[in-house]
């Protein structure tokens, strides 16, 4: 379903949860709602003007409810499209004579195509900037016998210079709904000495299960390669490539060709082959879960051969990662330690400490925002000693700690609050036409709540004492009580009490009768406090929990 559709779908009304029924009601559960809300709010009960004015508003959504949840067809448009669709998009997508199954295809169908249309208006751009620091002079000062001044001669400050630094850039420009093309280029600088290259690829999508793709690029001389992708089975697929490469020195022609196989839910195996320009076989096991990512891969081939292992602990709802990685072979030996925390909806920052033999240490930063990405290596010595280890650990540490306090936090905070205030502005006359909607719904109950009241006091059943719907801070605190942050929904909650026993579903509260969202886009809860059997019962559910009441652990000790 398209973004624009959910938004949609969130204005509208919550049918389910005016009639108090689960999604997957059976039409004798949605007959026995209607009847019992007609019963309350049928205009012919109430002989007041005013009353009876309200009660024609409340019936006739009511009514409307029913129609649709009643209405095979109407239901499934109001399912995949909301009160919008019935209105007018639902009957412009579906003919009256499809049947529910059909109307919830076609709409997958053009919501897939919806969502292409939006793919072709983009040109999805990528870019990297990598840079390369070589700081090793804050922990290892050489002699130096240039005759050129120095800075650490005069003010005694190490020398950093950027020692490297990659430009990469790509786009895709979407052709057709099979074939996409993608422009690429490269430019990079090591020590003085300059590099560069542009490809240019097209890829067609020549079914559900494969694709090929061809490329041109030019740069340190032409290159053409040929790739492809293709699923052979439910959990098996593999793609391949050949490059050719014209060099001032003759031809030379690679082969790369991968096989991956599903081993079970989480974990997926690789075996690749490389040939011609880089001879090698590698083969790879990667197990993802929510909470863990383990990569595991042994190399052999030339100019080295090498065994990896790489950990990583999520911490979603922290929104942080924790990674380890070890790697050893006829190179030497490396151990890499780091963490990556997200910082926005679409920004992540990473850092990780890498020691090796003889590569010495690195510390490693890398911003990832959108689709750009910010990397620097920072060179901190060629020898592995503890001074850089530790700098290279706690310094990074304690600046994430004190932009993340003293800048990231608030600025943070700032946007929520203004993001709130925004909405909050624009909802209001919506706001205030719904809390008069729910304090005529009250006014409607009251007759029937004292009846409910009598005869549940009478068999000593489930009687609501106080219950508040909104942003409950305090728990059991009661000074929220007339905010317009919350809401008192003692007698709403009443009125849906039957037998001595109040069932509400797992759905926002506000649109059940007598409810209203008091704080549009942030966290509410519901408490309820109630008398069953003459002993105080107290609960707090969050907005979208089930309740089910009375319960014995709700039982509050005396």
């Not at 007609?38 to 109430?46: E, G, I, M, N, T």
């Not at 409340?58 to 499934?76: C, I, N, P, Q, W």
């Not at 020195?249 to 490389?274: F, I, M, P, S």
Request: charged share 25%; net charge neutral.
């Amino acid at each position: 379903m398209s973004e624009e559709l959910d938004e949609i779908k969130e204005e509208g009304d919550d049918y389910y949860t005016f009639l108090n029924i689960p999604r997957n009601a059976a039409d004798e559960e949605i007959n026995n709602a209607y009847r019992r809300l007609s019963r309350l709010y049928h205009p012919d009960k109430h002989t007041d003007p005013d009353r009876k004015a309200e009660a024609e508003l409340l019936f006739g959504k009511t009514k409307k409810a029913y129609e649709v949840l009643s209405d095979a067809h109407m239901r499934a448009i109001y399912d995949n499209l909301g009160t919008a669709g019935l209105e007018t998009q639902g009957w412009e997508i579906v003919q009256r004579t499809k049947t529910p199954h059909e109307i919830r295809e076609e709409y997958e169908r053009l919501a897939r195509e919806r969502e292409e249309r939006r793919l072709q208006q983009r040109t999805n751009p990528k870019s990297s900037v990598t840079m390369t620091i070589n700081a090793t002079d804050l922990f290892s000062v050489y002699d130096d016998d240039s005759p050129f001044l120095d800075l650490r001669d005069l003010f005694g400050l190490p020398h950093i210079e950027i020692s490297g630094m990659t430009l990469n850039q790509a786009i895709e420009a979407p052709l057709t709904n099979r074939d996409t093309a993608i422009l690429s280029g490269n430019l990079s600088s090591q020590n003085g000495n300059g590099s560069g290259g542009i490809n240019c690829s097209i890829r067609r999508v020549t079914s559900d299960k494969g694709w090929g793709e061809v490329e041109v690029g030019a740069g340190n001389g032409l290159t053409i390669a040929a790739k492809a992708f293709r699923n052979f089975s439910r959990g098996m697929f593999g793609n391949g490539s050949v490059i050719t490469h014209f060099t001032p020195n003759g031809l030379r022609v690679g082969t790369v060709t991968t096989l991956a196989n599903q081993l079970d839910k989480h974990t997926v195996g690789y075996l690749t082959w490389k040939a011609g320009m880089q001879s090698g076989m590698n083969t790879m096991i990667i197990r993802d879960t929510p909470f863990q990512h383990l990569v595991c891969s042994a190399y052999i081939g030339i100019p080295h051969t090498y065994i990896a292992v790489s950990y990583t602990h999520k911490m979603p709802e922290q929104e942080y990662k924790v990674k380890l990685t070890g790697k050893a072979g006829t190179f030497g030996a490396i151990l890499e330690y780091g963490a990556e925390k997200k910082i926005s909806q679409n920004s992540s920052l990473a850092a990780s400490l890498a020691l090796g033999i003889p590569t010495g240490v690195q510390l490693k930063i890398k911003l990832h925002r959108a689709s750009q990405t910010y990397a620097a290596t920072i060179m901190l010595c060629e020898e592995i000693l503890p001074a850089p280890v530790i700098y290279g650990t706690l310094v990074p540490l304690m600046s994430w700690l004190a932009v993340q306090k003293l800048i990231i936090q608030p600025y943070m905070r700032q946007q929520k609050q203004a993001e709130l205030l925004k909405q909050r502005e624009a909802n209001r006359s919506r706001l205030l036409e719904k809390r008069r909607e729910a304090l005529a719904a009250v006014e409607l109950m009251r007759e029937t709540v004292r009846r409910i009241v009598e005869q549940e006091e009478a068999r000593k059943g489930l009687v609501i004492l106080q219950a508040w719907y909104g942003q409950l801070v305090v728990e059991g605190s009661t000074e929220e009580c007339g905010s317009p942050e919350v809401v008192d929904v003692t007698i709403a909650l009443q009125c849906l009490v039957k037998d001595s026993k109040l069932i509400l579903q797992d759905s926002s509260k506000c649109s059940l009768p007598g409810f209203y969202d008091p704080c549009p886009g942030e966290e509410k809860n519901l408490r309820v406090r109630y008398l069953f059997h003459a002993v105080t019962h107290e609960v707090t559910i969050k907005d979208n929990d089930s309740l089910r009441i009375p319960k014995q652990s709700h039982r509050l000790e005396t």
